[in-house]
Nanobody, 113 residues
Framework: QAQLVETGGGLVQPGGSLRLSCVVS????????MGWYRQAPGKERELVAT???????NIVDSVKGRFTISRDPRVNTVYLQMSDLKPEDTAVYYC???????WGQGTQVTVSS
């Protein structure tokens, strides 16, 4: 089993920055694939970024150069660092641990003036 707790969302102006955190606990491997997804109202959930056990990152083209994924296994935390936020980034952001198909509760990111 795995538990994922996300924090860091909120209201931010266009061009602003946020860092989302996902703390992972439970019976899981300390290093495995991890992912960030997002879902806007009325839209399907979409992949944003993944990080592999060796640290390789996959970031979708729409946010590449603005977002990055990282982790600190010593504190069981994966991050999504977001900059130059745009209104179209508004969504609920979810952390995902695919080994157990575990999801965080989601954290709302709203980009608006």
């Amino acid at each position: 089993q795995a538990q994922l707790v996300e924090t860091g969302g909120g209201l931010v102006q266009p061009g602003g920055s946020l860092r989302l955190s996902c703390v992972v606990s439970g019976r899981i491997a300390s290093l495995d694939y991890m992912g960030w997804y997002r879902q806007a109202p009325g839209k399907e959930r979409e992949l944003v970024a993944t990080i592999a056990p060796n640290g390789d990152r996959n970031i979708v083209d729409s946010v590449k150069g603005r977002f990055t994924i990282s982790r600190d296994p010593r504190v069981n935390t994966v991050y999504l660092q977001m900059s130059d936020l745009k209104p179209e980034d508004t969504a609920v952001y979810y952390c995902h641990f695919p080994r157990t198909n575990s999801w965080g509760q989601g954290t709302q990111v709203t980009v608006s003036s």
